[in-house]
């Protein structure tokens, strides 16, 4: 350990601790909780070309830091547990050209914790600003990046997840299908044969898809009013709190413990306490942990 490491605040469910995540994974406070982790959930800096507040490496050191926590992060979970890591494109620096340096940071990863990839999920963000702004609104040579990747990752192939808490309610037309009973069975174009009663079933909801869209456009939240009213400086880069359910809900079950070790504004932390679950966020900058308390302020 380099440098202070103490618990900035604490709910009913969990605790968010202030300290580099080097420091904090490796201090007591967190390492004895090898073994009982359910899920780790986090976003890490992004690999981009122009630095940001909250910090961020490029090239093969960007891989070699995000690898460096692969085996401390596995030796946390359960056997059944999950590591699920969002990570943005990033461009070769004043080229119109996309990096790899994400994917190759991924494999990194995974071969470091030995994980398996589970699976590759996409939260496409319909709002996000045009950019790269050069390539896209200058010069019109591309169109706007408006994902990123989400890499659900385990030390075994069969990790705790069930699609029956994450059902989203049916179509319009499902729901005709399942009142009428009446559809074209039989053959199709793929050589996928449709049985007479495939899709008659209720399952109280539809099975979502591995591409997950949200509008981050909240300007009014009880996280921001917080802010100003403490003169603080909101995160620049917060995940919607439906991401963070999203996978909270599918790969844990309520009394499970989530942990994010890059926490910002403490989204994986807030959405963890709404649905019962216990977690433990580690952030370093000092701004970000004050206005990350605001998620737990009661209207």
């Given amino acids: 350990m380099t440098g202070l490491v103490r618990i900035a605040y604490s709910t009913k469910l969990g605790k968010l601790i202030h300290g580099t ?24 800096p992004f690999p981009l ?44 620096p004043g080229r119109p050209v996309m990096s790899t340096l994400a ?75 399942l009142k009428t009973k009446k559809y074209n069975a039989g053959a199709r174009p793929s050589e996928h044969h449709i049985g007479k009663t495939s899709f008659l079933r209720q399952h109280k909801g539809a099975i ?20 100003r009213t403490k003169n603080l400086t909101p995160h620049p880069a917060r995940m919607p709190i439906g991401l963070a359910e999203f996978f909270i809900k599918f790969l844990t079950k309520p009394g499970d413990l989530v942990l994010d070790p890059f926490a910002g504004s403490n989204t994986t932390g807030a959405a963890a306490e709404a649905l019962g679950r216990k977690w433990i966020s580690i952030e370093l900058d000092k701004d970000y942990v004050k206005g990350s308390y605001g998620r737990f302020i009661k209207d």
């Fill in 103 to 177: 994917l190759r940071a991924l494999l990194a990863f995974l071969d470091t914790g030995n994980l398996v990839l589970c699976q590759q999920f996409i939260y496409h963000n319909p709002a996000r600003l045009p950019g790269p702004a050069q390539w896209v609104t200058v010069e019109r040579i591309r169109v706007k990046d408006s994902y990123s990747h989400l890499w659900w990752m385990a030390s075994t192939d069969r990790p705790k997840a069930t699609n029956r808490r994450i059902l989203q309610p049916y179509s319009e037309s499902m729901l005709n299908l």
């Fill in 49 to 92: 070309n122009r630095k940001k507040k909250y910090g961020n490496l490029q090239g093969q050191a960007y891989i070699d830091w995000l690898a460096s926590f692969a085996s401390t992060l596995r030796a946390l979970l359960k056997p059944r547990g999950s590591i699920v890591m969002e990570v943005g494109n990033a461009w070769e």
């Fill in 21 to 44: 995540s080097e420091d904090v994974l490796s201090s007591y406070m967190v390492r004895r909780y090898r073994g009982k982790v359910d899920l780790v959930f986090t976003s890490p």
């Fill in 208 to 227: 979502p898809s591995n591409v997950i869209m949200l509008a981050n456009t909240q300007a009014n939240s009880t996280y921001l009013n917080y802010c």
